[in-house]
């Protein structure tokens, strides 16, 4: 296993994957845990992940992203999924928290309290954080595989509504990216190029 920062530096994104590479149930379920580390707002954990692993779904959700070869070639494609009212949930999922004594009633109730007054009828923010997580969630998926020895791709060249609708999305769940993952095939590009420091760093 590499370090944090060769895994930050080693990570691009892999186009050609070997189609004959499967990944088992326990090693989707090992980087699904490692995302589950992901920060968000509020602790909502306002995201999940659908795993598309057999021939018969990822030829479905190919179709849906524009028969990008990746999707049906990486062993696993993850549907990444945003939950715009991932907010409502936090009195179960922060629950674990007061039972185990790291917060008191006051600080529970304070907590979702503050949730609702930020999320509550604040339509943008709700997407806006569902696309955050995601995001979020997204980057940890990529890095623990790569860690893993595996490459990633993420996608946003899908048809949404599409993906939404074939893989039974909920009313106030977005589709925030997919990201293939799988062994690298030959043929992948170098890392690209980036930006200079000097036009992303403004230290005041
Ligand atoms: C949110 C997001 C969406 C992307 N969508 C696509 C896509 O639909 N198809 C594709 O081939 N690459 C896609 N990419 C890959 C980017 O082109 C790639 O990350 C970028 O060129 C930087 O290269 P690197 O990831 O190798 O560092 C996407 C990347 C991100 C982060």
């Given at each position: ?17 070997d ?23 509020f ?74 007054g930020m ?28 860690a ?7 996608m ?28 690298a ?20």
């Amino acid at each position: 296993m590499s370090d944090a920062i060769s895994i930050i530096k080693e990570r691009t994104s892999a186009n050609n994957f070997d189609p004959t590479h499967h990944m088992s149930q326990a090693e989707i379920e090992e980087l699904v845990q490692l995302s589950i580390n992901t920060p968000t707002s509020f602790n909502m954990q306002n995201w999940r992940l659908i795993a598309v692993s057999s021939q018969e779904k990822k030829a479905q959700l190919k179709a849906l992203a524009f028969n990008q070869p990746k999707v049906g070639d990486a062993a696993v494609t993850f549907i990444v999924v945003g939950n715009a009212m991932g907010y409502k949930d936090l009195p179960h999922v922060i629950k674990p928290m007061l039972d185990a004594g790291a917060i008191d009633q006051a600080a529970y109730d304070g907590w979702i309290g503050m949730a609702n007054g930020m999320y509550d009828n604040n339509t943008q923010l709700q997407r806006d954080e569902a696309i955050r997580s995601g995001a979020l969630a997204s980057m940890t998926l990529m890095y623990a595989a790569q860690a893993k020895g595996l490459v990633s791709g993420a996608m946003i060249g899908f048809d949404a509504q599409g993906v939404a609708k074939a893989f039974h999305l909920g009313e106030h769940e977005v589709p925030v990216m997919l990201i293939a993952v799988g062994k690298a095939a030959a043929g992948n590009w170098p890392r690209k190029a980036r930006r200079a420091l000097s036009e992303v760093l403004s230290t005041l």
